[in-house]
T-cell receptor
């Protein structure tokens, strides 16, 4: 069965420090991987994705993520955290499947609350 | 990316009543999805709503409880029927846009439902 795990319920960092939000996945074949962010009382906003190619992908707001196939991980990173980055972060995966199974269904991790303190 | 709006943005409803949530997209899209986010929980897919066909429901969700309409390529509704406090959640509409060989999903702002 396909699954996504975010092992940390909450990550606390000081402003200006680097941050990492962890994500591991379990799918058959090569996955499509995504990170979304949810600010309070807002919908989900797309941050970045890995489809193929370079294992380090860059996204919105200075975030990046590294795809590691051997460790089945896709950790979200940012070199210097901002207080405004404080939000709920979701990792998601979609099995590529074949053309006939392009359902588009996303499987989400449990979410990690990022708290950046001044 | 598509611009997605939902109505209502929030509502407080009484047990046993029904609420219909609307999702409007500013462009034609093939795939639309409805997700539920229970308090403090992750997102769970309720169903996939494709125009011209019946919605496809995920395990644990049934049409009688969550009827879905998809009359055209820019609009869908989700009804939460015979509500109970356990239905208190954020309901999110999502659309899939074909980009670079696959469908990327974008989400609406969500509808926050509280059932008393």
């Amino acid at each position: 069965a396909q699954s996504v795990a975010q092992p940390e319920d909450q990550v606390n960092v000081a402003e200006g420090n680097p941050l990492t939000v962890k994500c591991t996945y379990s799918v058959s074949g090569n996955p499509y991987l995504f990170w979304y962010v949810q600010y309070p009382n807002r919908g989900l906003q797309f941050l970045l994705k890995y489809i193929t190619g370079d294992n380090l992908v860059k996204g919105s707001y200075g975030f990046e993520a590294e795809f590691n196939k051997s460790q089945t991980s896709f950790h979200l990173k940012k070199p210097s955290a901002l207080v405004s980055d404080s939000a709920l972060y979701f990792c998601a995966v979609r099995d590529r499947g074949g053309a006939s199974s392009n359902t588009g269904k996303l499987i989400f991790g449990q979410g990690t609350t990022l708290q950046v303190k001044p | 990316s598509a611009v997605i709006s939902q109505k209502p943005s929030r509502d407080i409803c009484q047990r046993g009543t029904s609420l219909t949530i609307q999702c409007q997209v500013d462009s034609q899209v093939t795939m639309m999805f409805w997700y539920r986010q229970q308090p403090g929980q992750s997102l769970t897919l309720i169903a996939t709503a494709n125009q011209g066909s019946e919605a496809t429901y995920e395990s644990g969700f049934v049409i009688d409880k969550f009827p879905i309409s998809r009359p055209n390529l820019t609009f869908s509704t989700l009804t939460v029927s015979n509500m109970s406090p356990e239905d208190s959640s954020i309901y999110l509409c999502s659309v899939g846009e074909f980009q670079g060989g696959y469908n990327e999903q974008f989400f609406g702002p969500g509808t926050r439902l509280t059932v008393l």
